[in-house]
């Protein structure tokens, strides 16, 4: 049903330093998130001794927002392979069925699945896909259904003896449901990277430029998240390969500033390009939606004559 199980130890563990910048971030997941899986009895012996009445504080579900290509997925990655516990990545689109009830059941599986092999990390991507919230009226009675089972499922993780922790990643949190929201013990925003930042996510990709060429292919990439300066680095590669293999550099050379600029360049051009066929198609779907309203009212008793706009 498209869900991907990582199991601790199958590839080399992974770290922090797999994802440059974000220390704040980086910092409370492992207070709230990372520690609590590695010594859950320090957490519960300090809940024990503060609460009159002993309830587990450890984070049941765990929200990270924020633009696509920022990190949320790698951190993921990191605290499952730290705390030697298997990792579910599940977009919830792969969840969707067009059949009654399926959907419910998939999604119900996997939680079920997670407790079987003893605790896992369950990563809801895609959030959005449950389709806003049930509050505005505007929801899918599927999503609506399936939306019910996962709060369900998350409200149960109160057990002192399940380790399951749910991750949710959504790049727009006003669209969620309230209800789903408020399951969420802590929220992390994953903004799109600064100058500084974007200088250390280079350096990870384009190590043999000097400091002062990678504050200026920083300054030249305003707006672009970690997996876009990403693909202008291996852009860049493949580029510099292909000029190797026809002789046109020497072999041990390698990529100078210029050619990260210009592949910086081509995508920011492209990802504008995209951005603005998006809106002119947005403005055409709002302009049809008027224009049938508009016709269906104009038409009195026509029998919704603005359906027929499509």
Same mark, same amino acid.
């Given at each position: ?45 300090? @809940? ?9 504080? +450890?984070? +049941? ?15 993921? =990655?990191?605290?499952?392979? %730290? @705390? ?59 999503? +609506? ?53 974007? %200088? ?7 190590? %043999? ?17 970690? +997996? ?38 081509? =995508? ?7 951005? %603005? ?8 779907? =709002? ?24």
């Amino acid at each position: 049903m498209g869900a991907q199980v990582f199991p601790p130890g199958s590839k080399e563990q992974m770290d922090w330093g797999v994802l440059a910048g974000y220390e704040e971030q980086k910092r409370t997941i492992e207070d709230c998130l990372l520690l609590p899986l590695l010594r859950p009895d320090v957490y519960a012996k300090l @809940a024990r001794a503060t609460r009159k009445t002993f309830a587990n504080n +450890r984070p +049941r579900a765990v929200l990270f927002e924020g633009p696509p290509g920022t990190g949320k997925t790698t951190s993921a =990655r990191v605290i499952s392979s %730290q @705390a030697a516990v298997p990792l579910i990545y599940l977009p919830l689109e792969a969840v969707l069925s067009k059949w009654y009830g399926q959907s419910e059941q998939q999604l119900g599986a996997v939680f079920k699945a997670a407790e079987a092999m003893g605790g896992a990390i369950i990563f809801l991507d895609e959030l959005d896909a449950l389709g806003g919230n049930r509050e505005a009226g505007g929801m899918h009675e599927a999503s +609506r259904r399936l939306l019910s089972v996962l709060l369900r499922e998350m409200e149960g993780f109160d057990s002192e003896t399940k380790r399951t922790v749910v991750i949710g990643a959504t790049n727009r949190k006003t669209d969620l449901d309230p209800a789903l929201l408020s399951r969420f013990d802590l929220v992390l925003t994953f903004g799109l990277p600064d100058t500084a930042c974007r %200088q250390l996510i280079l350096k990870q990709y384009a190590q %043999q430029l000097s400091d002062a060429d990678l504050a200026l292919l920083a300054e030249r990439t305003p707006g672009m998240s970690g +997996r876009d300066l990403r693909d202008v680095c291996e852009h860049t590669e493949r580029r510099w390969a292909s000029k190797i293999i026809r002789g046109e550099v020497k072999e041990e050379a390698l990529p100078p500033l210029s050619e990260y600029l210009a592949s910086a360049e081509e =995508r920011a051009t492209a990802v504008q390009k995209v951005q %603005q066929q998006a809106a002119a198609a947005g403005a055409v779907s =709002r302009l049809l939606g008027a224009v049938g309203g508009g016709g269906g009212n104009a038409g009195g008793g026509a029998g919704g004559a603005g359906s027929r706009w499509w």
